[in-house]
C-alpha cells in the first residue's frame, strides 16, 4: 500500500506552482442566459414592433397635398355621412312626441266642489231653522251663547249662504251674479253632479299646456306635421298613440267646449251661464309635453338607421399627387384604412415575438455553429442586443413623430427622420469590437428588425443594410480616432446613393422631399461616425473590450509591464520582441489581426517576470538551475508562466484577446525535455535499485491549454517554439533554420495543436516562409574581422552578439573564449 501510495505524493504539485487553468470568460456555460437573453430582448423589440402592424389612420388632414397617388387595391364600402345624416335627421323627426297627462286633477276638484256644495246647503239649511224659530237676531244670539241652537260657520245668525266662505273652499273666484243664481237654486245635488260630469268630461280629454319655451314650440308645431303622440297617462303610465296634438284643446279652448256643452243640455240660460263660468274657473292644463321621454324616442329611432356607403370598386383612385384633399378626401382615405383587416393586438404581438425569436435564434447558431472567427459570449450578445434596441426605439419614436406631422411639409414624407437615424453607428461598434464578420450578421440583423419597424418595408431595409455595410467596412480596422470619421463620410455617401437609385425606379418621386432625405441621409452617416468615435473609448471600459486603438497603445516600448520584462527578463523580452515582429508579418499574409498578434507576441511571456531566472534566455551567468531539481519541479515552473501571465494581463488590463492568447500559446504542447530526463531518471533508478517504478504520468509533462482558439494565437504558438529552438543552432544558415521551421510548425501540427484554430496548410506554407524570412535575418552570418581579442581558430568572436550565447559553457569551444569575454565585459566598466 505504500509503494501505491508514494507515485501520488511524487507527482503532488507543490503549493503555488499548480496547473494554470485557461482563464473562465464570463458567461463560460452561456445556452441557458443567451436563451434569456433572446427571449427578453425579442419581447422588448416585439413591443416596439407590433404598432407598424396595426392598422393606422392616413396621416393626411383637410388642406394637405398629396405627396403620391392612392389607389384602392381591394374592394370597400365608403361611408356617405351626409346621406347617412340626413336619414338619422328624417328618424329623429319622425319620432313620436311624448305628452303626460295628469290623472288626478278631477279627483282634486270633485273633493273641493263638493265640500263647497255641502257646505253652502247647510247653511241654507241652518238659515231656514232660524227663521222658522222665529228669533230676531238679538234673541238668536243669546240663544246661541246658551248653546241651546246650533251655531254656524260663520258665528253669526243665519241669512243667505256666505260666498267668501264658498270661494274659500273651492279655491277659485265666483262672481256675485253667479252665486246669487247658484243659492237661488240651493247648491242642489243635481247642480253639483252635473257640474263635476262636466268638468270630469273636459279633463279627461285632456287639456295641453302652453306654458313651454319658444323653441320647444317650434319643435312641436314642426313635429305635428311628421310624427306621431304618444300620451303617457301618469301616474298609471298607461300609453297610447294619437295621430295629432291637435285634437287636444288648450284652456280656453276647452272652456268653449264646456260652455256649448253646458248650454245644451242647460235649458235656464242664466243658470246655463252660471255653471259654465264656475266649472271654466276649474279646468286647467293635464297634457305636459315630456321633452326626456321624447329624446329617448328620438335617440332609438335615429340608432336604429343603419349607414349609407357608397362602394368603391378595385384599383379606383382614390386621391391622386398633388391634389390638395377635401375633408370628403380625409374621409375616403380613412375609410380605405379602416376597411383593412383588422388584426387582433395581442395576436400579432405573439407572432411577431415567435418570429423575432427563431430569426435570432437560427442566426445566433448559425454564428456559433458555423463561423469559428465569430466568438461570442453572453456579454457580448448583450452589448449588440442593447445596440440593436436602442436603435428599433429611436426609429419608433422618430416613427411616431412622422405619423404626428402628417405630410403638412413638403420636403419631408413618411421616413424623413428615419434617414436621419445614425443606424449605421451600432455596425460600426460592432466592426470595431468583435470584427467584420459580426458587424455583416449584425447589419442584417439591423436591417430586418427597421424593415419590420416599417412595416415590412424593402426600401427601408436595402438603405439599413447598405449602409450599415459601408460603416462596418469603413471602421476595419481602426487604428486611430479619425477612421470613423471617414468612415461615417463614406456610409453618409452610400445612404445618398442608395436614395437615389431607389428614387429612380419609383413612380414619381418627389424633389424636394428626395434633396431633404439625402441630406438627412448624408447627415447620418456622420453623425454614426461621430457617435462610434464617442462611445468606442466609453465601451472599452465598461465592458473590458480591446480595440486597435487599445492595442497601438499596448504595443508602445512605455508600457509598464514591457518596461518590467526588459528589466526582470531581458532575454524573455528580446524574444518576445522577435517573436510580436515573426507573428505580424505572417499575419498579414493570412489575413489575421496582424495588430493583435503582434502585440499578443509582445506579452505571451510576461509570466516569467515571477522567475525569470528558470528559464534559459535569461540565464546570463551559464547557470542552469534546473539541473538541481527534479524534472516535475521543472516541468511546474514552466508551466506555471502560462497561469501568472494571465494574472499580470488581467491586473494591468491587456483585454481579453491578449488574457486568451497568452492561456493558449503553448496549447496542450509537452515539455519534451523535462518529460525525457524524467524518464532517463527513472530508468537509471530501477536499474540502480531493481526495484519497479510506478510510470511517469505524461499529463504532468503538458501544458494545460486550451489549444489555440484563433489564427492568431495559433501563429504566436508556433513563432515562440521556432524562436526559442533557432537560439540553439550554432550555426544558423539559411538552409538548417528553414529545415527547423518546417519541421517544428509539423510537429506541431501532427500533435494536433492546431485542430481548434482555423490555419490551414496553405496558411503554414506562408507563415514558415516568413518566419524563415524574419529569423536568417536576425540571426545571419556574421561577417569576420581579422585581429579581434577573442578570435577563434575558424576567425568567428564570441560575446559580440547575445543570441549566440548559450545558457551554459559550450564544450566544444576552448576555455579561452569564455575568458576573454569576461575580460572585455570588464574593460567595459562590468565588474
Same mark, same amino acid.
Given at each position: 500500500m505504500e #509503494?501505491?501510495?508514494?507515485?501520488? /505524493?511524487?507527482?503532488?504539485?507543490?503549493?503555488? *506552482?499548480? $496547473? =494554470?487553468?485557461?482563464?473562465? !470568460?464570463?458567461?463560460?456555460?452561456?445556452?441557458?442566459? #443567451?436563451?434569456?437573453?433572446?427571449? /427578453?430582448?425579442?419581447?422588448?423589440?416585439?413591443? *416596439?414592433? $407590433? =404598432?407598424?402592424?396595426?392598422? !393606422?389612420?392616413?396621416?393626411?388632414?383637410?388642406?394637405?397635398?398629396?405627396?403620391?397617388?392612392?389607389?384602392?387595391?381591394?374592394?370597400?364600402?365608403?361611408?356617405?355621412?351626409?346621406?347617412?345624416?340626413?336619414?338619422?335627421?328624417?328618424?329623429?323627426?319622425?319620432?313620436?312626441?311624448?305628452?303626460?297627462?295628469?290623472?288626478?286633477?278631477?279627483?282634486?276638484?270633485?273633493?273641493?266642489?263638493?265640500?263647497?256644495?255641502?257646505?253652502?246647503?247647510?247653511?241654507?239649511?241652518?238659515?231656514?231653522?232660524?227663521?222658522?224659530?222665529?228669533?230676531?237676531?238679538?234673541?238668536?244670539?243669546?240663544?246661541?251663547?246658551?248653546?241651546?241652537?246650533?251655531?254656524?260657520?260663520?258665528?253669526?245668525?243665519?241669512?243667505?249662504?256666505d260666498r267668501q266662505t264658498f270661494q274659500t273652499t273651492l279655491g277659485v273666484s265666483v262672481r256675485d251674479e253667479d252665486f246669487s243664481i247658484l243659492a237661488e237654486h240651493r247648491f242642489s245635488p243635481e247642480l253639483e253632479k252635473n257640474l263635476l260630469r262636466w268638468i270630469r268630461e273636459s279633463l279627461a280629454q285632456g287639456?295641453?299646456?302652453?306654458?313651454?319655451?319658444?323653441?320647444?314650440?317650434?319643435?312641436?308645431?314642426?313635429?305635428?306635421?311628421?310624427?306621431?303622440?304618444?300620451?303617457?297617462?301618469?301616474?298609471?303610465?298607461?300609453?297610447?298613440?294619437?295621430?295629432?296634438?291637435?285634437?287636444?284643446?288648450?284652456?280656453?279652448?276647452?272652456?268653449?267646449?264646456?260652455?256649448?256643452?253646458?248650454r245644451k243640455e242647460e235649458p235656464d240660460p242664466e243658470l246655463a251661464r252660471s255653471l259654465a263660468?264656475?266649472?271654466?274657473?276649474?279646468?286647467?292644463?293635464?297634457?305636459?309635453?315630456?321633452?326626456?321621454e321624447t329624446a329617448a324616442f328620438e335617440d332609438a329611432a335615429t340608432e336604429a338607421v343603419k349607414p349609407v356607403y357608397i362602394q368603391i370598386k378595385k384599383n379606383e383612385m382614390l386621391i391622386r399627387e398633388g391634389q390638395r384633399l377635401h375633408p370628403e378626401d380625409v374621409r375616403r382615405l380613412q375609410a380605405y384604412a379602416d376597411s383593412s383587416p383588422k388584426q387582433d393586438g395581442v395576436l400579432a404581438f405573439v407572432?411577431?415575438?415567435?418570429?423575432?425569436?427563431?430569426?435570432?435564434?437560427?442566426?445566433?447558431?448559425?454564428?456559433?455553429?458555423?463561423?469559428?472567427?465569430?466568438?461570442?459570449?453572453?456579454?457580448?450578445?448583450?452589448?449588440?442586443?442593447?445596440?440593436?434596441?436602442?436603435?428599433?426605439?429611436?426609429?419608433?419614436?422618430?416613427?411616431?413623430?412622422?405619423?404626428?406631422?402628417?405630410?403638412?411639409?413638403?420636403?419631408?414624407?413618411?421616413?424623413?427622420?428615419?434617414?436621419?437615424?445614425?443606424?449605421?453607428?451600432g455596425a460600426m461598434l460592432s466592426s470595431i469590437f468583435f470584427g467584420i464578420t459580426t458587424a455583416v450578421f449584425f447589419s442584417f440583423a439591423l436591417a430586418v428588425f427597421v424593415g419590420l419597424l416599417c412595416g415590412t418595408d424593402f426600401h427601408i431595409f436595402t438603405y439599413t443594410l447598405i449602409g450599415s455595410l459601408v460603416g462596418s467596412?469603413?471602421?476595419?480596422?481602426?487604428?486611430?480616432?479619425?477612421?470613423?470619421?471617414?468612415?461615417?463620410?463614406?456610409?453618409?455617401?452610400?445612404?445618398?446613393?442608395?436614395?437615389?437609385?431607389?428614387?429612380?425606379?419609383?413612380?414619381?418621386?418627389?424633389?424636394?422631399?428626395?434633396?431633404?432625405n439625402s441630406f438627412l441621409a448624408f447627415l447620418s452617416g456622420i453623425i454614426a461616425g461621430v457617435l462610434a468615435t464617442g462611445f468606442t473609448p466609453l465601451a472599452e471600459l465598461l465592458c473590458g473590450y480591446t480595440t486597435d486603438i487599445r492595442l497601438l497603445e499596448l504595443a508602445s516600448m512605455d508600457q509598464p509591464l514591457l518596461q518590467e520584462l526588459m528589466i526582470q527578463a531581458p532575454g524573455t523580452y528580446h524574444h518576445s520582441l522577435i517573436v510580436g515582429n515573426m507573428v505580424e508579418a505572417a499575419a498579414k499574409s493570412i489575413g489575421a489581426n496582424s495588430l493583435l498578434a503582434k502585440v499578443a507576441g509582445y506579452y505571451h511571456d510576461i509570466g516569467k517576470i515571477k522567475k525569470p531566472l528558470y528559464f534559459i534566455e535569461n540565464q546570463l551567468d551559464g547557470e542552469n538551475r534546473h539541473e538541481k531539481l527534479a524534472p516535475s519541479m521543472s516541468s511546474l515552473i514552466l508551466i506555471s508562466h502560462v497561469k501568472e501571465g494571465v494574472e499580470l494581463a488581467k491586473k494591468h488590463r491587456l483585454g481579453r484577446p491578449i488574457m486568451e492568447i497568452i492561456s493558449q500559446h503553448h496549447g496542450k504542447s509537452l515539455i519534451s525535455y523535462f518529460y525525457q530526463k524524467a524518464l532517463d531518471a527513472r530508468e537509471?533508478?530501477?536499474?540502480?535499485?531493481?526495484?519497479?517504478?510506478?510510470?511517469?504520468?505524461?499529463?504532468?509533462?503538458?501544458?494545460?491549454?486550451?489549444?489555440?482558439?484563433?489564427?492568431?494565437?495559433?501563429?504566436?504558438?508556433?513563432?515562440?517554439?521556432?524562436?526559442?529552438?533557432?537560439?540553439?543552432?550554432?550555426?544558423?544558415?539559411?538552409?538548417?533554420?528553414?529545415?527547423?521551421?518546417?519541421?517544428?510548425i509539423n510537429n506541431a501540427f501532427i500533435d494536433g495543436q492546431l485542430d481548434e484554430c482555423e490555419l490551414t496548410l496553405k496558411d503554414l506554407h506562408q507563415i514558415a516562409k516568413h518566419f524563415n524570412q524574419i529569423l536568417a535575418t536576425v540571426h545571419h552570418k556574421r561577417i569576420e574581422y581579422p585581429g579581434q581579442p577573442g578570435q577563434t581558430g575558424k576567425g568567428k568572436t564570441h560575446g559580440g552578439d547575445s543570441n549566440q550565447r548559450e545558457s551554459k559553457p559550450d564544450k566544444d569551444?576552448?576555455?579561452?573564449?569564455?575568458?576573454?569575454?569576461?575580460?572585455?565585459?570588464?574593460?567595459l566598466g562590468l565588474q
Open positions: #509503494k501505491e501510495k508514494k507515485p501520488e /505524493a511524487r507527482r503532488r504539485k507543490p503549493e503555488g *506552482l499548480e $496547473t =494554470p487553468k485557461p482563464p473562465r !470568460r464570463w458567461g463560460a456555460d452561456p445556452h441557458h442566459a #443567451k436563451v434569456l437573453l433572446l427571449v /427578453a430582448f425579442s419581447f422588448l423589440a416585439a413591443l *416596439l414592433i $407590433t =404598432p407598424s402592424f396595426l392598422t !393606422r389612420t392616413p396621416a393626411y388632414q383637410p388642406g394637405d397635398v398629396a405627396v403620391r397617388n392612392v389607389k384602392a387595391d381591394r374592394d370597400f364600402l365608403l361611408p356617405d355621412e351626409e346621406a347617412t345624416a340626413r336619414k338619422r335627421e328624417a328618424a329623429r323627426r319622425g319620432a313620436p312626441l311624448v305628452f303626460d297627462l295628469h290623472e288626478k286633477a278631477y279627483e282634486t276638484v270633485s273633493v273641493r266642489l263638493s265640500k263647497a256644495f255641502a257646505l253652502m246647503r247647510r247653511q241654507i239649511h241652518e238659515a231656514q231653522r232660524a227663521l222658522t224659530m222665529g228669533l230676531a237676531p238679538d234673541r238668536w244670539e243669546e240663544l246661541h251663547s246658551q248653546g241651546r241652537i246650533p251655531s254656524t260657520e260663520s258665528g253669526k245668525p243665519p241669512a243667505v249662504p287639456i295641453l299646456a302652453s306654458q313651454a319655451p319658444p323653441e320647444v314650440e317650434a319643435e312641436r308645431r314642426f313635429k305635428l306635421k311628421t310624427g306621431p303622440i304618444v300620451i303617457r297617462k301618469i301616474p298609471s303610465l298607461q300609453e297610447f298613440r294619437v295621430a295629432s296634438i291637435e285634437r287636444f284643446p288648450d284652456v280656453e279652448g276647452a272652456r268653449r267646449d264646456l260652455v256649448q256643452r253646458i263660468s264656475l266649472a271654466g274657473s276649474f279646468l286647467e292644463p293635464t297634457l305636459f309635453y315630456n321633452p326626456l407572432g411577431i415575438l415567435l418570429f423575432l425569436c427563431l430569426f435570432l435564434g437560427v442566426v445566433g447558431h448559425v454564428v456559433d455553429a458555423r463561423v469559428p472567427s465569430v466568438r461570442l459570449d453572453v456579454k457580448d450578445y448583450l452589448f449588440l442586443a442593447t445596440i440593436l434596441l436602442i436603435i428599433v426605439a429611436l426609429g419608433r419614436c422618430a416613427d411616431w413623430i412622422n405619423a404626428s406631422m402628417g405630410s403638412s411639409l413638403a420636403y419631408l414624407d413618411k421616413r424623413s427622420l428615419l434617414y436621419a437615424l445614425p443606424m449605421a453607428a467596412y469603413g471602421v476595419n480596422p481602426c487604428r486611430n480616432r479619425l477612421v470613423p470619421i471617414k468612415a461615417g463620410l463614406l456610409t453618409g455617401l452610400a445612404n445618398v446613393t442608395v436614395l437615389i437609385l431607389i428614387a429612380l425606379f419609383q413612380e414619381s418621386p418627389s424633389t424636394p422631399a428626395l434633396f431633404t537509471k533508478a530501477q536499474n540502480t535499485k531493481g526495484a519497479e517504478l510506478p510510470p511517469i504520468d505524461i499529463e504532468d509533462y503538458r501544458y494545460p491549454g486550451p489549444k489555440p482558439q484563433t489564427k492568431e494565437a495559433g501563429l504566436v504558438m508556433l513563432a515562440d517554439v521556432v524562436e526559442a529552438a533557432c537560439r540553439s543552432l550554432t550555426e544558423p544558415t539559411a538552409a538548417r533554420i528553414q529545415g527547423l521551421v518546417n519541421r517544428l569551444k576552448p576555455a579561452a573564449n569564455g575568458t576573454g569575454g569576461r575580460a572585455d565585459l570588464k574593460r
